[in-house]
């Protein structure tokens, strides 16, 4: 197998941008999560960017809360300068940022308050993806953090922040936004006298379907947005040329499943498609055990005639002395033991069989594992332990 080195990643300090993405309850959060702490802990000045809304990640790193400003989290191992920040996107609020940044106060004021805008900032297909975008190009310009571990959402959508932005930009800047922002660009109702009489039919079309009051929320939104501030595709391609740049690595996170490893299977592809930089696949709660030698069907074998010793002990025709055999309870035990112990042979076998079939497929993809843990992570200390495991593979 072909081993990634998280650690030589982590202290390479052209490394400034990992982005982790993968199915959802593989451990993407806790893998980002603990990378980010590990980094830290090694010298980097870290910030995690969540995608998910899920709270595991503010839960492990001991905040009350995440929200889309960087919070320093504490209890940190600083000794050897580095430092860890981590918040959660806020789509709305990025977009805001972005009209208060582009536009002078009181136009700023008046597109947030269009109802128009106030639907396309919180629900618009692609918003969020497109907002990551842009909030990891803000963090990455301030030059305030030396990495930036990107969180993204679970599932396939983990890799729309690719696409948002050409699906939000050809939306901006399509045909039916220009033919509806026609009107108020050249002056409002005025104006339309003197557009065509097909524009009029048009608009007046439109008005029926949408209706009136939706129209002008949107001729007003698209004439105020595109006189106070452009740019929407040219810095979604900034960031995403800074995506495939040197100083940015993709890591695939999936567990040893069927399922799972498909989806990386995909992401790897996907990745490969647009040329973006993969370091490699984080395999997460890999099974193992020191008790290798005895196999699974000699475990059953033995816990089924542990089974039938402690039925017959329990049969008073047996005749077999109470103080010379062993009590039924205890066989019993012993039996579930190996029981358990056949099952997790099983299991590990099921999963190396999945691991070679995608190493197999894509020999050239570097991979670490995470042994599973016995219960889930809910602080840094567990953090370190999923750190140290990336760190060794």
């Given at each position: 197998m072909?081993?990634?080195?998280i650690?030589?990643?982590?202290d390479?300090?052209?490394t400034?941008i ?8 593989v ?5 980002a ?10 010298g980097r ?6 995608i998910?809304p899920a709270?595991?990640?503010a ?12 919070r320093?989290v504490?209890d940190?191992?600083?000794?050897k ?5 981590a918040m959660m996107?806020d789509?709305?609020r990025t977009?805001d940022?972005i009209?208060e940044q582009h536009?002078d106060?009181?136009?700023?004021q008046?597109?947030l ?6 639907s ?8 969020q993806?497109y907002?990551a975008?842009?909030k990891?190009g803000?963090?990455?310009a301030?030059g305030?953090?030396?990495l930036?571990v990107?969180d ?5 959508s ?5 696409d948002a ?7 901006l800047?399509?045909?039916?936004i ?16 003197f557009l065509?009489?097909?524009m ?7 008005s029926?379907?949408?209706g009136?009051h939706?129209?002008?929320d949107?001729q007003t939104?698209v004439a105020?947005?595109d006189?106070?501030f452009g ?9 995403y ?6 100083g940015t690595?993709?890591?695939?996170v999936?567990?040893p499943e ?14 490969g498609?647009?040329?973006m930089?993969l370091?490699?696949l ?5 099974h193992a055990?020191?008790?290798?030698r005895l196999?699974a069907e000699?475990s059953?074998a033995a816990?089924?005639s ?7 002990l329990d049969?008073?025709?047996d ?12 066989l019993?035990?012993v ?5 358990l112990?056949?099952e997790r042979?099983?299991v ?16 050239e993809?570097r991979?670490?594992?995470?042994p599973?843990?016995p219960?889930?992570v809910?602080d840094?200390?567990g953090?370190?332990?999923?750190g140290e ?5």
């Open positions: 072909n081993r990634l080195e650690d030589a990643l982590l390479d300090p052209g400034r990992l982005v982790c993405c993968g199915s959802g309850g451990g993407k959060t806790t893998t999560a603990a990378l980010g702490l590990r980094a830290a802990e090694r000045d870290v910030v995690v960017l969540t998910d709270r595991r990640l839960q492990s790193m001991g905040l009350t809360e995440l929200d889309n400003t960087p320093r504490v940190v191992d600083e000794t300068g580095g430092s860890l920040h996107l789509m709305k977009f940022e009209v536009a106060p009181e136009r700023a008046q597109i308050d269009n109802p128009f805008y106030q396309l900032s919180s629900s618009f297909a692609g918003t993806e907002m975008m842009e990891l803000q963090l990455h301030t305030e953090w030396d930036i990107v993204t959402p679970p599932s396939r983990a890799l729309d922040f690719l932005p050409q699906r939000l930009g050809s939306f800047d399509g045909r039916l220009r033919i509806l922002s026609a009107p108020a660009k050249v002056g409002g109702r005025g104006a339309l006298k065509s009489a097909g009029g039919m048009m608009t007046g079309a439109l029926k379907v949408v009136a939706l129209l002008t949107i939104f105020a947005l006189t106070t740019g929407f595709r040219k810095r979604a391609d900034a960031t040329k800074l995506l495939q740049a040197r690595s993709f890591l695939v999936a567990a069927k399922d799972a490893l498909r989806e990386a299977a995909y992401f790897v592809d996907r990745l498609t647009e040329r930089p370091a490699g984080v395999l997460n709660r890999v055990t020191s008790a290798g196999s000699r059953l816990a089924e542990l089974t039938e010793r402690a039925d017959d049969d008073p025709a005749g077999e002395s109470a103080d010379d055999a062993p009590q039924p309870a205890d019993r035990l039996a579930g033991l190996l029981t112990h056949a042979l099983r590990i076998d099921r999963e190396e069989r999945m691991r070679t079939r995608f190493t197999s497929i894509h020999p993809v991979v670490t594992e995470v599973a843990l219960g889930d809910h840094l200390a953090l370190r332990v999923i495991s990336l760190g060794s593979g």
